[in-house]
């Protein structure tokens, strides 16, 4: 599975937009981009993944370049309550898929008041 | 609501007492994962099964055993707790793993002290 890049720790003033991103330069037209999140003390929690497009659901957006080297995840109104750690994570689809995430290291998003 | 249930959340065991973790789901899903995350760490994959077929990691030490009595439940066994084995292990389970969107919901973990 390709490797992922991610800024150490970012700030977002509460209300506005935070926007995360991910270099994946390695990533493999078969491997699909998934975003994960873990507020401090509890499990990871899943947020949205993508292979090609642009998706959006009730959390996030989720913007892939089109050479899919990069995406950012878009959370587009933070709260305090989005202040986590943020794991950017590239796995591969189809049959061969082990179900594995391997994750880095991630955004520790901090949103302030 | 259906979930992913770990007991007990925090478990403190001396040197060598083996000890086990548990996890059950309500959501039925044919996949389960065990998470090892060390303070400050991302989580690491230890194993999981796909029903009952076990699969290990490569790197995962022969100290960590599992076991998946049925659908709902599924075990860690670490045999002879060291003090490096102080950690959050957290259980996630998947609807399947093969191909893509199947996203793994994660339990809220079980915080090991090892005295």
């Known amino acids: 599975d390709a490797k992922t890049t991610q800024p150490t720790s970012m700030d977002c003033a509460e209300g506005r937009a935070a926007n995360l991103p991910c270099n994946h330069s390695t990533i493999s037209g078969n491997e699909y981009v998934y975003w994960y999140r873990q507020i401090h003390s509890q499990g990871p929690q899943y947020i949205i993944h993508?292979?090609?497009n642009n998706e959006t659901n009730e959390m996030a957006s989720l913007i892939i370049t089109e050479d899919r080297k990069s995406s950012t995840l878009i959370l587009p109104h933070a709260t305090l309550r989005d202040t986590a750690v943020y794991y950017c994570i590239v796995r591969v689809g189809g049959s061969s898929n082990t179900g594995k995430l391997i994750f880095g290291q991630g955004t520790t998003l901090q949103v302030k008041p | 609501d259906a979930m992913v249930i770990q007991n007990p959340r925090y478990q403190v065991t001396q040197f060598g007492k083996p000890v086990t973790l548990s996890c059950s789901q309500t959501?039925?899903?044919?996949?389960m994962y065990w998470y090892q995350q060390k303070s400050s760490q991302a989580p690491k994959l230890l194993f999981h099964?796909?029903?009952?077929?076990?699969?290990n990691e490569a790197d995962t030490p022969d100290n960590f055993q599992s076991r998946r009595p049925n659908t709902s439940f599924c075990f860690l066994d670490i045999r002879s707790p060291g003090l490096g084995d102080a950690a959050m292990y957290l259980c996630a389970t998947s609807r399947d793993h093969r191909g893509s969107g199947y996203e793994q919901f994660f339990g809220p973990g079980t915080r090991l002290t090892v005295l």
């Open positions: 959501l039925n899903h044919n996949v």
């Open positions: 993508g292979l090609k």
């Open positions: 099964y796909y029903d009952k077929d076990f699969n």
